[in-house]
């Protein structure tokens, strides 16, 4: 069974910085995708980062290009997303999610619907 737990959200203030994780299980890690998205209230969700273990491609939303870095530890299965600099804009449920091979791009950003897994989230907020 594949598995995608999140961790590591909370409260920050505006200027901080907070690392989230991303526990993979279930599935070959290598020959997967790993991407990190988020959805505020009211908001559709969208595509943060995107990372492809079989190429090393990385993609980042223009919004959180440097600020936010995602990497990988693949003896532990697990992806991060280092955030820094953080905006109050960025409060967001953050989802990581799964796909076989390639990140789904287009422009540049990587696409929700183009994921297979997805962990249940975890809540950033950052207060102004």
């Known amino acids: 069974e594949v598995q995608l737990v999140e961790s590591g959200g909370g409260l920050v203030q505006a200027g901080g910085s907070l690392r989230l994780s991303c526990a993979a299980s279930?599935?070959?890690?290598?020959?997967?995708?790993i991407g990190w998205f988020r959805q505020a209230p009211g908001r559709e969700r969208e595509g943060v980062s995107c990372?492809?273990?079989?190429?090393?491609?990385?993609y980042y939303a223009g919004s959180v290009q440097g600020r936010f870095t995602i990497s990988s530890d693949n003896a532990k299965n697990t992806v991060y997303l280092q955030m820094n600099s953080l905006k109050p804009e960025d409060t967001a449920v953050y989802y990581c999610?799964?796909?076989?091979?390639?990140?789904?791009?287009?422009?540049?950003?990587?696409?929700?619907?183009?994921?297979?897994?997805w962990g249940k989230g975890t809540l950033v907020t950052v207060s102004s």
């Open positions: 990372f492809s273990s079989s190429d090393g491609t990385t």
């Open positions: 279930g599935f070959t890690f290598d020959d997967y995708a």
């Open positions: 999610a799964a796909v076989r091979f390639l990140c789904p791009v287009v422009r540049g950003t990587s696409q929700p619907e183009g994921m297979d897994y």
